[in-house]
Structures are given as structure tokens and as C-alpha cells.
């Protein structure tokens, strides 16, 4: 035992108030500081990356313009400017080229209107005539088919199934 430890001895420790763990780690208001600054240092190295990143990728669509590759292909590109050109190499075939100095980017547009007639020219007098006989003395069906089904069902006599058949285009003659 020291001279000087007043009879108090470190292995004898009764209190479990936690006052050692404290002043071992400091006052409150030095703690609660040190937790408040380390939020901030947090958030200052998340928003240092996001920077970074961004740098990165603003290098890369410069570099893939200056290649003449589309800025978009830069969003699948995932690692460092200095290895674009491996990159390119290998998937450059499959990127969208920027049109050369001069030249606009066409893109096609669908005609307006209905698509084209695959009919040859000698044909196409023919069949404008067969669209025109399929529509004359032709009435749209009446109705669903669950209601065209129960009427041909509920029919007595062969002239009323031949008027229901008239009336949903059913040229044929039944007498």
C-alpha cells in the first residue's frame, strides 16, 4: 500500500453508481459535444463522396463525348476514367455513337395513318373489291355471344333461326 492512497484501496470498489465509467469518458456536455461533431463528420464524408462520385461521372461523359459515344452510356460504366478505354473496348461495339459533326440524329417515325399494303399493285384493285363485297348487306353481330347463343337456342322454327342468323350476317339461304 502507497504512502499517499489514504487508505483507499481501487480493488475494493462498492458504488455501482457508474461515477468511474463517467469520469473516465468525460463530462456530459464534453460527450455529447464529441457525438455532435462525429454526426457531422459523418455527414460531411457521405456528402465528399457523393461529390466525388459525381466528379467521376462528369469525367466520364466528357471522356465518352470526346469518343464519340452517347453521354447516357456513362451510368453503366462503374469504375474509374482510367479504365474508359478498356472498358470501350470491350463494350464499345454495343454503346450508341453521337452523329458526326454536321449530321443530325434521325430517327425514324411510323407513317401516320394505316401501315402500308403488302399486296403487289396488280393485286390491290382485287381486294378492294373483296373488302367491299365482305361489307355490303353485312349487319355487326347484335349483341354478346351468350346472348346470340340463348336466342339461336330458343328458337321454334327454322325460319326464326334463319331471320336470327340474317340479322348477324349469315348470308346463307335456309329454305
Known sequence: ?????????????????????????????????????????????????????????????????????APAAAGLFTGT???????LSTNGAALAKLPAEGQELTTEQA????PASTVPAEG??????????????VAPPQGSDKEVAAAIAACQTEEEYAQIMRSHGNRHDFS
Not at 14 to 43: C, H, I, N, T, Y
Not at 81 to 87: A, C, E, M, V
Not at 111 to 114: C, E, L, M, V, Y
Open 111 to 114: 407513317p401516320a395513318g394505316p
Open 124 to 137: 390491290q384493285e382485287q381486294m378492294q373489291r373483296m373488302m367491299e363485297q365482305g361489307t355490303q348487306n
Open 1 to 69: 500500500m502507497s504512502d499517499y492512497s489514504f487508505g483507499y484501496d481501487p480493488t475494493d470498489d462498492q458504488s455501482d453508481l457508474g461515477e468511474a465509467e463517467s469520469q473516465q469518458q468525460g463530462p456530459k456536455w464534453f460527450r455529447e459535444g464529441l457525438a455532435k461533431l462525429s454526426g457531422q463528420v459523418q455527414e460531411l464524408k457521405a456528402e465528399n463522396e457523393r461529390l466525388k462520385a459525381e466528379q467521376v461521372k462528369d469525367q466520364v461523359v466528357d471522356a465518352l463525348k470526346a469518343k464519340g459515344y
Open 81 to 87: 476514367p482510367d479504365k474508359l478505354d478498356d472498358w
